[in-house]
C-alpha cells in the first residue's frame, strides 16, 4: 500500500471504562494504531507497555472515561495521548513509572488541572528502541 494511502488521517481516538479489562483493550488499540502509522518500527511494543502502565494507573485513580489518542502527524513519530478524569485532587505518578517512562519514551509529559490528568508519551520512529533486551 502507497504510504499516502496508509496516512490518510493522522490521529485515531476512543475512550475506555475504568475497569481493569481496559488495560488489555487500550493495549490492543495502541498496537494497532502503531501497525498503521509506524508498521515497520520495533517500537511498537514499548508503547502498548506504556500505554499499559498508564491504563493500570488510570484504573487506581480515574473516574470514567479513560480518553485514549494515538496520532502521528509527523512521520518521525508516534504519540500516545491518555486523558483521565479524577474527583481528587492529583495523584502523583510513581517513581517506577516515571523511569519506565524515562528508560522508554523518546519524550513524555503529565498535565493536569482541577479535573483531569493527561499523559502524554512520544515513541520516535527514526530513534532505535533501547528499550529492547538484548544487544549488549
Known amino acids: 500500500m502507497p504510504d499516502s494511502a496508509s496516512r490518510s488521517f ?7 471504562p475504568v ?8 493495549r490492543r488499540y495502541v498496537a494497532a494504531a502503531f501497525q498503521r502509522f509506524a508498521p515497520d518500527d520495533d517500537r511498537a ?3 502498548v507497555q506504556l500505554a499499559s502502565e498508564v491504563v ?12 485514549l489518542t494515538v496520532a502521528a502527524p509527523d512521520p518521525a513519530a508516534v504519540t500516545v495521548r491518555m486523558t483521565v478524569r479524577h474527583e481528587r485532587p492529583l495523584i502523583e505518578i510513581d517513581p517506577t513509572m516515571a523511569q519506565l517512562f524515562d528508560h522508554i519514551a ?6 493536569s488541572d482541577v479535573e483531569t490528568t493527561t499523559i502524554r508519551f512520544v515513541m520516535r520512529v527514526d530513534e532505535p528502541d533501547e528499550s529492547v533486551a538484548g544487544g549488549d
Open 45 to 47: 511494543e514499548s508503547a
Open 106 to 111: 523518546s519524550e513524555w509529559s503529565v498535565r
Open 10 to 16: 493522522t490521529d485515531v481516538s476512543t475512550a475506555f
Open 56 to 67: 493500570a494507573w488510570a484504573y487506581r485513580h480515574g473516574v470514567a472515561p479513560i480518553r
Open 19 to 26: 475497569v481493569p479489562e481496559s488495560a488489555a483493550s487500550a
